[in-house]
């Protein structure tokens, strides 16, 4: 038996990453797959199979203890179906869209900023090619050939190039009239039929629905969960005892009618949210946690470098940016430092993955600043978590609007003391002159600043003055009507809306990313997929693989099932007639990162194999031996090397009596 404790280098870059071959083996294994294919299916809607549906459970979990639990938030789970009033106040009914364009001769729909990009980037490659500084992509079939005629290689001019690439970097800063002015200037045409298309609309991205049978009530999806957030924080701050600062959390599912949802899970029309409302004092957005996270290095791609047309990025730490004002406040660098060590954490690449800021146009019509992180894969950067600073846009204008205060109120150590210039009426003489009228000269008085109080007081020591309502009417005031008189306030409440600090997780994006980045082909043999997921998430821990389906290997596989059980690891049996070799290749696929062999020495001598997914490593101990170290392993406990410096190595063969 072997005794080496070094655990095997595997070489993942082998071979080129084919997304072909990904998306084959996500169906084949049924990660996910089109709802209601057998009637067709629906564009933009996707279910889980048991893979799929385990593997965004782990992550959610790992998400509310990254979240919810360390940084001690109120969860909420509000309804999906939310009425018209509320969307109507906070902006969505209005301003929650998209810019359509259509085909002029078919009226295909085509989002109007994924035109710009997929033709002004299919151009682009096409004059790499042309220089011969990347090969021709593969033509195996009709399709891809109808679409490589269209990214023909066709060298550009370079100034042509420099435009393009400056156009794209701030293309998210573009609204619908100046889209329709790029899609004119450089003939961009719907890549499927090579037709012009029609100038840009708007095309609000909310399901409609009515509450109740009459179909009076107006109501929509919710496309996100935050306003359920905003209309409970009274409750929630009475809950935190009446201080911030304080967040709320929520997962939960949400809507957007996508205009062409093309690009599977990363453009759906249902998918799970994850979402954060921290609210803090809008005068003190210091993190009592931001040292924690100062020194995270992070890369950055900030509004004046798009707005400047490059897309140039830097590599910071999260207390440098805060320090020179690159990302506004503490609390905000505080959740982007805290949500890249939650993507890293479930397996995302830092390599692929920036931090974006908004630029002025896009900003959505509630933020003041916001960083999306986003994750490159074969589609390009794609946003999968935005991080937005909502001042107090959310609970002012629901307050407004339903006459409601969503304000906190706060003892102050120390009352403050002022003076200022107050009107005092003589009501009877008020209403005896003016009758009618005297709301409105009250309302013109009390509505002046200091200075204008200033200035009437002096008037009414002359005798009179005139003050204007405002709809232009003026009216004669004497001290027997109103006085102004400097009074002394003593203030020991302080009454504030709060701000609100929003991070926002696309987890069916983030899922998606995670399956690209953790795949990749076995040197020896291309067609040995691997899923190389981190075990916190993979969707099975541990495969129990019996030599055979021979009872009496029954014991042990029960024994062993129910120890990992107890210990908190989920396993599956596979005991199908196929060879050792495939059940462990099937698996890899499905990215099972442990397998233990059961074989006829187990029986006799209470020892199993323990098997590594990416090396292939196999090493050999008792049953508990083995269990006390694929369960430290699944917690993240040790690393396989420790693991290597546990076990021996097994050389393939047990001694069997």
């Known amino acids: 038996m072997a005794t080496t404790d070094m655990a095997t280098t595997v070489n993942k870059t082998a071979h080129p990453f084919d997304k072909t071959r990904l998306d084959a083996t996500l169906n084949r294994r049924f990660f996910y797959a089109p709802a209601f294919e057998i009637y067709g299916g629906v564009a933009g809607l996707y279910d889980y199979g048991p893979p799929g549906s385990a593997l965004q459970a782990n992550i959610i979990d790992l998400w509310r203890k990254h979240f919810i639990i360390e940084e001690g938030m109120l969860e909420l789970d509000t309804t999906i179906i939310t009425p018209s009033a509320v969307f109507e106040t906070s902006g969505h009914v209005a301003r929650f869209a998209d810019w359509m364009v259509k085909d002029t001769q078919t009226g295909d729909v085509l989002r109007a900023d994924h035109l710009v990009k997929n033709v002004l980037e299919a151009r682009l490659a096409g004059d790499r090619e042309a220089r011969g500084l990347e090969a021709a992509p593969p033509t195996d079939d009709k399709k891809r050939k109808k679409k490589n005629a269209k ?17 794209l970097a701030q293309l998210d800063n573009h609204g619908g009239p100046e889209i329709g002015e790029l899609c004119r200037k450089y003939d961009l045409r719907n890549p499927d039929t090579d037709n012009e298309v029609g100038e840009p609309q708007q095309f609000n991205l909310m399901f409609q629905s009515s509450i109740g049978p009459t179909g009076q009530h107006k109501g929509y999806l919710r496309p996100e969960t935050a306003q359920g957030h905003f209309l409970n924080f009274n409750r929630l701050l009475e809950y935190n005892n009446g201080r911030v600062p304080f967040a709320s959390a ?3 599912r949400s809507f957007r009618n996508e205009i062409s949802p093309r690009a599977g899970l990363l453009r759906v029309r249902e ?11 809008p005068e003190d957005k210091r993190h009592p946690r931001f040292n924690e996270v100062r020194d995270t290095s992070i890369v950055l791609l900030d509004r004046h470098v798009q707005e400047s047309g490059s897309s140039q990025t830097t590599t910071v730490t999260v207390g440098e940016a805060v320090d020179k004002g690159i990302i506004a406040n503490e609390t905000l660098g505080y959740f982007v430092a805290r949500i890249y060590l939650f993507l890293i954490n479930i397996g995302i690449s830092p390599e692929r993955l920036r931090f ?30 935005g991080c937005a600073d909502r001042a107090a846009y959310d609970l002012s ?9 969503l304000v906190v109120r706060q003892a102050l150590k120390e009352p403050i003391v002022t003076e200022k210039e107050v009107p005092e009426w003589n009501k009877k003489n008020l209403g005896k002159l003016f009758k009618k009228d005297s709301a409105v000269i009250q309302q013109a008085v009390e509505s002046l600043d200091e200075a204008g109080l200033l200035k009437l007081k002096g008037e009414l020591a002359q005798g009179s003055t005139t003050v204007k309502s405002e709809d232009g009417k003026e009216f004669t005031l004497t001290p027997e009507v109103v006085t102004i008189e400097r009074k002394t306030f003593k203030q020991s409440i302080r009454e504030f809306t709060p701000n609100v600090i929003e991070p926002s997780f696309g987890l069916g994006r983030i899922l998606y990313m995670l399956l ?10 291309v067609d040995r997929g691997v899923l190389s997921l981190p075990p916190l998430v993979a969707p099975t821990k541990v495969l129990i693989v019996p030599l055979s389906a021979r009872e009496e290997f029954d014991p042990l596989v029960q024994e062993i099932s129910a120890k990992l059980r107890r210990a908190g690891v989920f396993s599956r049996v596979d005991d199908s007639n196929t060879s050792i070799g495939k059940r462990y290749a099937r698996n890899d696929e499905l990215g099972t990162p442990f397998g233990l062999t059961i074989d006829f020495a187990s029986v006799q001598n209470r020892t199993v194999t323990l098997r590594e997914r990416d090396t292939t490593d196999q090493r050999i101990g008792s049953i508990d031996e ?22 021996p190595a097994y050389d393939g063969v047990q001694a069997v009596d």
Not at 357 to 385: F, K, S
Not at 518 to 524: D, G, M, P, T, V
């Open 151 to 167: 990214a023909a290689a066709v060298k550009l001019d370079d100034g042509v190039v420099k435009e393009y690439e400056s156009i």
């Open 250 to 252: 929520q997962i939960g």
């Open 271 to 281: 998918f799970t949210m994850a979402e954060i409302e921290h609210y803090v004092d």
């Open 356 to 385: 974006r800021q908004h630029m002025g146009n896009e900003m959505a019509h509630y933020a003041t600043d916001c960083w999306d992180a986003e994750i490159h894969n074969t589609t390009g950067w794609t946003e999968c978590v």
């Open 397 to 405: 204008v629901h307050s407004n609007k339903t006459g409601q205060p």
């Open 516 to 525: 690209e980045h953790s795949f990749w082909s076995r040197e020896q043999d």
């Open 626 to 647: 083995v269990i006390a170290t694929v369960t430290d392993l699944v917690f993240g406990n040790i690393d396989w090397a420790e693991a290597c410096r546990r076990l």
